[in-house]
């Protein structure tokens, strides 16, 4: 439901909150035709119980019923895509095919337990404001970066969030809902493997590319070597030609963010390419092509400062 519409005095102070909770929810409170209508931010989600407070006084309770053959949304990709993760790793993705509940925080739904110590473990930074795009498909949960750091205090006290060796079972739960209150329907798993810390930045120098031909469409392959954030590496990327201008076409990421594919819009020409990476490209430890993510700037290490980074090809 997009609007609540109700009845009552058009002049008083009304609040509408999620029954059992304490903060209001944000939106537009209007007059139309002597009734009060209220459209929040979020939609309120089918299934759910509601209260509506005037003057800080309950007035009236509503349910939003579950709409019929409601379809399940799907958590599609969860990245990194790999079985096998740095100790340091940064981030992770949640992507769904529908957009998702905001009443409730997301790791609410969310259980890590390590199979090797049979514990439930607090890997995941919890956020005030979730890390949402725009739609509500896609999540970034951070693993504590002060964890991560060597030599900060969250790191003394509580150690890394995920250790070299063992074994995390990471589950989303069954019901976790979309925008419109329908559950998963099931729980969802991944299981991940913590391998050795990763201290290395990405180096564009060892990248491997596969050329394509003249007058043809044939894709631009790149091989990265190594496992790189999918997130971003869909973001940072662009090919020019030997005046700086800009190629139409688009970019495939593979399965596991170890390479992507470039397919032209239009015919290559022969010439001079390049392919410009921004240097806040990173790889799952969140080390980028200029630096690494856990860098003392105590000691005076020298940091290149590039905006980006080049790799020139030629088609003939």
Known sequence: AKSVFFSGETDANYQIKLKGKKNA????LVVKNNENIFTPIIPVSTGKSYEIYKNEILYQEFSIPKLENQIHPKLITIYPNIDTVPENLLKMYFVFDKPMQQSKRFLDFVSVTNNKTKTIENIFLSLENELWNKEYTELTLWLDPGRIKKDLIPNKELGIPIKEGNT???????????AEGAELGKDYKKTIVVGSRDVQSPATSKWKLTIPQKNTKEALGISFGETLDAMLAQETLEVVNEKGEHIDG???LSKKATSMLFVPKNLWNKGMYSIVIESRLEDLAGNNLNRLFDTDLSKGEKISSSKAKTL???VQ
């Open 25 to 28: 929810i944000f939106g537009e």
């Open 168 to 178: 995390y079972e990471i589950t989303i739960l069954k019901n976790l809902s979309d």
């Open 312 to 314: 020139e090809f030629m």
């Open 250 to 252: 688009g970019f495939m």
